[in-house]
């Protein structure tokens, strides 16, 4: 199997992980970049405060938003591009925590999602003071990207998961986890509607 993988990256408004405003994905082919997309989501009601915290990190304030899709809009143009695919996030779990939380605060299910965190994969392959994710990039030989823009971010972790993945051999992503002992998480099962 090939090196086939999603990478992702979401900023969000507020400490609400269901408050995505931007998602960046990076879709990898046989070990190499082969399509990217990105843009500004408006958050959820009640999820759509925008805090200076988080502003002063991304730069993304309501105004940038204001015409942007909402969540439900965008979610399905989002699982398109990422389809079946194992995402790969630098922390994944935060980012997986803001699919599922934001798809449940607007009444949606979220895709049962496999993933691998770029963070454990660096942490495994690098020497590092800091793992955070522009020293782990440049570790890969990525640099000079504009951190906390969601697509920048998240081609900076695609580039990670290539280069571990050609210092291990491995050939696909789950030989690449198994290389470095950690796993592809698989999902929480979808908990099952009830039928009136």
């Known amino acids: 199997m090939p090196l086939d993988f999603t990478a992702i990256d979401f900023e969000t408004a507020n400490s609400s992980p269901a408050s995505a405003c931007s998602v960046g994905l990076v879709r990898v082919r046989d070990g190499q970049v082969v399509a990217t997309a990105g843009w500004l989501i408006r958050p959820p009601a009640g999820h759509d405060e925008f805090q200076e915290w988080n502003t002063r990190i991304h730069g993304i304030r309501a105004h940038d938003v204001r015409s942007a899709a909402t969540w439900v809009d965008q979610f399905d143009r989002l699982c398109e591009f990422a389809g079946a695919d194992v995402l790969v996030a630098h922390n994944a779990g935060f ?13 949606g299910d979220c895709p049962p999602y496999r993933s691998l965190c770029s963070l454990q994969v660096a942490r495994k ?3 590092l003071d800091s793992y955070r994710l522009p020293k782990a990039a440049e570790a890969a030989g990525f640099t000079g990207f504009s951190h906390h823009d969601a697509l920048a971010d998240a081609l900076a972790c695609a580039h990670i998961v290539m280069d571990a993945a050609r210092r291990t051999a491995s050939p696909d992503i789950f030989g690449l986890a198994a ?4 796993r592809v998480t698989e999902p929480a099962a979808l908990p099952e509607r009830a039928v009136a």
Do not use: I, K, M, Q
């Not at 997986?96 to 798809?103: D, E, F, G, H, I």
């Not at 290389?179 to 950690?182: E, F, K, R, V």
């Open 179 to 182: 290389a470095l002992s950690l």
């Open 95 to 107: 980012d997986l925590n803001v699919l599922r939380r934001a798809s449940e605060v607007t009444g």
């Open 125 to 127: 392959v690098y020497d």
